[in-house]
Nanobody
Framework: QLQLVESGGGLVQSGGSLRLSCRAS????????IGWFREVPGKDREGVAL????????TVADSVKGRFTISRDNGANTVYLQMTDLQPDDTAVYYC?????????????????????WGRGTQVTVSS
């Protein structure tokens, strides 16, 4: 059964760090781009970062640039999101998702409509 499972969320003070993990099962992670998204109640799900299957291409949203880093360990079937200098505005449920196309020859979009399988999310709360 194809699954993505996020972990690593929690409560942290402003300025703190967390590392989220996204572990895949039921498919080979190294065949797909993986994205991280976040959502707060009342707002659209926002793209945070993506990494292509070879790790040669990464994209990070302007809102987190310089603070968040995405990486992957294909041998462990896991993608990571290292978050530093966390701020209260980073409070959200964080989701990882699989880009629906294994082949794509244009800039990879960080847009929810292009992602087919999603994890259930992990809560990140940053206190001021």
């Amino acid at each position: 059964q194809l699954q993505l499972v996020e972990s690593g969320g929690g409560l942290v003070q402003s300025g703190g760090s967390l590392r989220l993990s996204c572990r895949a099962s039921g498919f080979y992670l190294d065949s797909y781009t993986i994205g991280w998204f976040r959502e707060v109640p009342g707002k659209d799900r926002e793209g945070v970062a993506l990494i292509n299957r070879s790790s040669r291409i990464t994209t990070v949203a302007d809102s987190v640039k310089g603070r968040f880093t995405i990486s992957r360990d294909n041998g462990a079937n896991t993608v990571y999101l290292q978050m530093t200098d966390l701020q209260p505005d980073d409070t959200a449920v964080y989701y990882c998702a699989r880009f629906r196309y294994s082949e794509w020859h244009r800039p990879i979009p960080l847009d929810t409509q292009y992602y087919d399988y999603w994890g259930r999310g992990t809560q990140v709360t940053v206190s001021s």
